[in-house]
């Protein structure tokens, strides 16, 4: 079965940077997108980034700017760099991945990895 693995996550100060990576396994980067997700404590979660194999990308306003999607389609890996954080960034982010039925839906979901700014 398909697996997502995130890693990446910790605690910084506001204005530095961490980069999230997402594994893929038995999943084929194809059609349908990735992407990340996260949510924060009171919150609904929210599509933060996806990317397409062909580069199409995106994003969020409140991350536009800062944030980077990128893929590693050699390696089936997903990455979110994170550049100049705030504590508004502070979330549960979770890499996802997408099954194409009639048209992409969000099928595959890691388990999250948290962020925290300070």
């Known amino acids: 079965h398909v697996q997502l693995v995130e890693s990446g996550g910790g605690s910084v100060e506001a204005g530095r940077s961490l980069k999230l990576s997402c594994t893929a396994s038995?999943?084929?980067?194809?059609?349908?997108?990735m992407g990340w997700y996260r949510q924060a404590p009171g919150k609904e979660r929210e599509l933060v980034s996806s990317?397409?194999?062909?580069?199409?990308?995106t994003y969020a306003d409140s991350v536009k700017g800062r944030f980077t999607v990128s893929l590693d389609i050699s390696k089936n890996t997903l990455f979110l760099q994170m550049n100049a954080l705030k504590t508004e960034d502070t979330a549960v982010y979770t890499c996802a991945a997408g099954k194409k039925l009639l048209v992409c839906v969000w099928d595959y979901w890691g388990r999250g990895t948290q962020v925290t700014v300070s």
């Open positions: 038995k999943y084929r980067i194809g059609t349908c997108a």
């Open positions: 990317i397409k194999a062909d580069g199409t990308t």
